[in-house]
């Protein structure tokens, strides 16, 4: 079998009016896993669609040896579409070679027939064990804890069933190169540790765009980070291990930044020496009335060059250094008992005994939530996690027990799909004007004059959507069809933030988001004055939140 590998030779991409992946170049050999990172909107899942085929790039060159599997973010499924479609589909060329090598043994002329293409043949079945797909298929389907039923139709599942079933059925189709995004979004431990073992032992060329800190340490063999460096182009760890590259990666930017800045208030300084020299041709070296008018044209003319000469030497000497990367300014959010002083003995919000038939049912449970309170929220897939996120926010009515929440508390809420919103409160309509080509700052100001109507909002603690670092203003000036999963997961944040929250519930926050900016969030949870509860699949944030009080469900 040839070595299969995929290269990409400084290969760029862009939108109309857009450029979006510029001087990428990688090279992924069979048995390595290339992470590639970075920014949400920096291009990595179109980065993952050129290495995959689907779409050309503007520049550079993509070269692929061997069978491609892709398993998208975000799945679309054709109407009446079942699982079983899906696994035929993933297991189409095996079974084909299974049955190509089937007929060339049992039609082998062992006197005159070609030993070496038979051969060969063998060697391409043993390669992704044609003979065991079915087996490998239906273990996968088990192990991700996805639907075995194959007459069930995609559009009948959820948004993780169904990227579950599409990782599975491409697991089990050992294909040469397997292009992955975002593979552990919808996976709980469990499904992660298979999906690790799968990586560790595949014979593919695997690259992985992913946010997941702790699979970057247990499968990258190197690291691609699409946010440009200093010099405008990605960066390439080759040393394996999140650690590894969150130091050098800081270290590159504390030098950018230290740098911005030193230039920065170098050219303030040329500028107030060019001034002062311009301001002294119109006074400091003007002769009094009465003199030699010659010789005040001819000293005139001295300065002007002089000026000129100061020019050229202050553009010789500037180096143009990039802008660096935005940080988070997270909100300084208020605490319940700061608006309402009675409130620091009590709790702010508490549900007891919340059942929603099919979805969440925990008898005899009190969860409450006190002022500045944390609560971490785990469990495996199917165990309620969102539908008690949503009986907190009220979005999901329990038929049993009761919720409280304090008078006058704002609730600020990430689901894991759709837009962050302050709960209780009827936005009806914001999701249609998304379709109708609303910007961010379009979908934000509505949401702000919505929370107002229903008082809701408090005018004088309204948080700036481009103050947050969250998204740069010309991406808030874009359609919010138009952004990236990510970027879209972004301003679900900045929605949640918008009224000030005294209560934070968010649900897979680290969910498409880039991993600077979760490293960066999770730092803002542990420290904001607001409460926050927290359900997560995200081992790494779990570590980082584990002195936080903590609900295991199922």
């Not at 929370?451 to 991406?475: Q, S, Y």
């Not at 897979?508 to 359900?535: F, G, K, Q, Y």
Request: proline share 6%.
């Amino acid at each position: 079998m040839p070595t299969v590998h995929l290269v990409a030779d400084d290969v760029a991409y862009g939108y109309p009016g857009r450029q979006v992946l510029e001087h990428v170049t990688a090279h992924v050999s069979a048995g390595q896993r290339l992470a590639v990172v970075g920014e949400n909107g920096s291009g990595k899942t179109t980065l993952l669609r050129v290495l995959a085929g689907e779409l050309a790039p503007s520049a550079g060159e993509v070269r692929c040896e061997g069978a491609v599997a892709v398993v998208p973010q975000e799945m679309e499924h054709e109407p009446g579409r079942t699982v079983g479609d899906e696994i035929d589909e993933a297991l189409v060329h095996v079974h084909e070679l299974a049955a190509e090598l089937d007929a060339a043994t049992r039609d082998f002329d062992h006197e005159r027939g070609d030993l070496a293409a038979l051969t060969e043949l063998l060697a391409r079945a043993e390669h992704v064990a044609a003979w065991d797909a079915g087996r490998r298929v239906e273990e996968a389907l088990s192990r991700l804890g996805a639907c075995t039923d194959r007459t069930r139709e995609l559009a009948h599942l959820s948004v993780g069933e169904r990227h579950r079933v599409r990782l599975a059925c491409r697991l089990a189709q050992r294909a040469d190169v397997l292009l992955l995004d975002e593979p552990t979004n919808h996976l709980d431990d469990s499904g992660i540790e298979y999906l690790t073992a799968q990586l560790l032992e595949t014979r593919a060329a695997v690259v992985i765009v992913t946010h997941d800190r702790m699979l970057l340490d247990d499968v990258a063999t190197a690291i691609l980070d699409l946010d440009p460096a200093m010099d405008g182009r990605p960066v390439l760890y080759g040393q394996p291990g999140y650690l590894s590259f969150r130091f050098a990666k800081n270290q590159a930017l504390h030098r950018w930044r230290q740098r911005f800045r030193a230039e920065t208030k170098r050219r303030e300084v040329l500028a107030q020496r060019l001034d002062a020299s311009y301001e002294g041709l119109s006074d400091e070296w003007r002769p009094p009335k009465g003199s030699n008018k010659n010789r005040r044209g001819t000293r005139a003319r001295i300065h002007v060059k002089a000026a000129d000469r100061l020019i050229e030497r202050l553009e010789a000497q500037a180096v143009e250094v990039p802008v660096p990367p935005a940080e988070l300014h997270f909100p300084d959010l208020p605490a319940m008992a700061e608006d309402w002083p009675r409130a620091a003995a009590l709790e702010v919000l508490a549900v007891r005994s919340p059942r929603a038939p099919g979805r969440l049912d925990l008898p005899g449970t009190r969860i409450a939530v006190p002022p500045s309170g944390r609560l971490l929220i785990t469990g495996g897939n199917g165990t309620g996690k969102s539908s008690l996120l949503a009986v907190l926010a009220g979005t999901l009515a329990s038929d049993r027990g009761e919720r409280v929440l304090l008078p006058g508390a704002r609730l600020g809420v990430v689901g894991q799909e759709g837009m962050g919103v302050q709960a209780g409160v009827d936005l009806s309509g914001l999701a249609a004007s998304v379709a109708d080509g609303a910007t961010g700052f379009d979908l934000c100001a509505r949401l702000a004059l919505r929370l107002l109507e229903a008082g809701a909002l408090d005018p004088e603690l309204v948080v700036p959507v481009a103050f947050l670092g969250l998204l740069p203003e010309e991406d808030l000036d874009r359609p919010v069809a138009d952004l990236s999963v990510g970027q879209r997961r972004r301003l679900d944040l900045a929605c949640a933030l918008l009224a000030a929250p005294h209560v934070l519930l968010l649900d897979e926050p680290t969910n498409h988001l880039s991993i600077d900016l979760v490293d960066e969030l999770t730092l803002a949870l542990r420290r904001t004055p607001a409460a926050v509860v927290v359900a997560t699949h995200d081992r790494r944030m779990r570590e980082d939140l584990a002195d936080w009080p903590t609900l295991l469900l199922g």
